[in-house]
């Protein structure tokens, strides 16, 4: 197959496509060059635009077809205070002329607003701050309840905008980076990606078994692997296969976890992140998130360094967002900038 059915899926349009692929050479370079390090190409779905960007753009573009189309006022959703999805949900619904509303957990309701929260407030989202450990989906019910008490139709958008639907809308990534690897006739041997509430996963995976990518696919997580998270995502990615019309189904060796490199738990910082944000934006200029996609990073470079991917083969790592949380961890990453 050469295409994946998506056309009949009601579509907002919010991203700004195709983002670019990018040879990263000089971050090559920089980890040994030729003999030592495989070709690295940087798919960019950092630059999807859209109140800067990110993966759950391309999810959102279909998640919000599918709002309009049930005639909602208000997109509902859910994450962490810094979450990148609600502060891509929140653009979105200023783009659809929706309200959003977010259900946020933290510890500290009073924080300073800074990073994702600060452009939640400058898109006008409603943010409902809940404790740490509390029922995000519960909130989320009372949220919507409010909002038909108001005469409102509430779509909720679960975590990550991670659903069969989402998923079906991050193929469109795996779709366009099929036409530009064949641009530069590039065979790539691996998909390496920041993997959190499962939807990319799913997306990546299906989408190369339905375009027949060269590739093998490996998600680094973002907090230690949970056996109720694989199998939320291979529920999410036969979903997505009914969704685009296909018989195809992935099981869960397709999902492939790379499950070393997330330290403590998610947004907990390490060392080898802090590591792999510095070498990026000194060798390639590309600016990594500290939560997912320095992680990704540093598991990549660990594979490289450890020769579970060889100098002759070529990877393509997806950068899925997420830079304002580098704002978030300002103090520590100038500190370790300084130090070299
Ligand atoms: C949400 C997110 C991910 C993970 O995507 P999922 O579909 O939730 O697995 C990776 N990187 C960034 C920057 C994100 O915001």
Redesign the pocket.
Known sequence: MTSIMLDHLPRYPLATLPTPLDEASRLREALGGSQHCPRILIKRDDLTGLALG???VR?LEFLVGDALARGATTLITCGGMQS??ARATAAAAVRAGLQAILVLDTDDPDQSPQGNLLIDRLLNAEVRPIPKGANRDEAMAAAAADVRRADGVAYVIPV???TSLGAAG?MTMTMELKAQLGQIEAEPDWLY?????????AGNVLAARLLNMPYRVR?VL?SPSSPAAAERALTIANGAAELVGSDQRVTAEDLVDVDGSSGEGYAIPTSEADAAILLLARTEAILL?P???AK?MSGLIDHIRTGQIRPDETVVFVH???VPALFVDAQRLALRAAAG
């Open positions: 990110g993966n759950k999810k990148n999805h990550g905008g991670s991050y990606y920041a993997s959190g509430s499962g939807g990319s996963q998600g973002d998130d939560v997912y996609t990704a899925t967002g997420g």
